[in-house]
């Protein structure tokens, strides 16, 4: 027991007692591999690993702008997007913990901390203020839209050293999602008439 000023204990346990403050040597530096009996080489994890970082970045910036314009949409289509908005960060942020292991899993290092990110990300950072409903919903188009491409990238590269277990991710779970949710958010964005339909006799107006 730990004693007091006066020589009493203080009834405090040495033993039990949390230790605070700890820092440590770095046990593997950002961009290195560990050596894993995947059947896969060096280079090969390296290049994928490399890839998923990208991917991982521009994913968590996508999921943490559907978190602002969740709480920062308004308008008539208030309630629809507010809810949509949310189950799709929800959707992403399954996605970032599924390609952060998938980097481990192959030897590499995730680094998804806000700085790194802001780093190597290569979606537009939005402002601090709100925008206009449609503004939102561009950005994220933007984003899904640039992951897509990566992902089809990578997922071909992925086929050709061999890494089945990355095409797979990449295709079935970040490709798929970001298909369905582009989808879904595209449909708010085309002017459709939503109270009086167009007259039969007057042709459909054309968008500029």
Do not use: C
């Not at 990208?54 to 709480?71: E, F, G, P, R, V």
């Not at 079935?172 to 958010?185: A, G, K």
């Amino acid at each position: 027991m730990a004693k007091n000023s006066n020589g009493k204990s203080s009834g405090v346990s040495k033993a039990i007692q949390p230790l605070m403050h700890q820092r440590g040597p770095i046990i593997q530096e950002y961009g290195t591999l560990r050596n894993l009996p995947l059947g896969l080489e060096d280079d090969a994890r390296k290049q994928m690993i490399d890839g998923l970082n990208q991917i991982l970045a521009d994913t968590i910036m996508l999921a943490s702008m559907y978190k602002k314009h969740h709480w920062q949409v308004s308008g008539h289509t208030f309630y629809q997007l507010h809810l949509l908005f949310d189950k799709h960060y929800e959707e992403q942020s399954v996605l970032v913990d599924s390609i952060a292991e998938r980097i481990s899993l192959l030897g590499g290092v995730t680094n998804g901390m806000p700085a790194a990110v802001a780093k190597i990300t290569k979606v537009e950072n939005p402002p601090d203020g709100v925008e206009e409903v449609p503004v939102q919903i561009s950005r994220l188009l933007e984003a899904h839209e640039l992951i897509m491409r990566e992902s089809r990238d990578l997922a071909e590269k992925a086929t050709e050293v061999g890494d089945d277990g990355t095409n797979d991710l990449i295709v079935s779970d970040v490709l798929r999602t970001n298909e369905f949710q582009t989808w879904f958010v595209v449909s708010h964005v085309v002017p459709e008439p939503l109270v009086k339909a167009d007259s039969p006799n007057q042709p459909l107006a054309k968008v500029a």
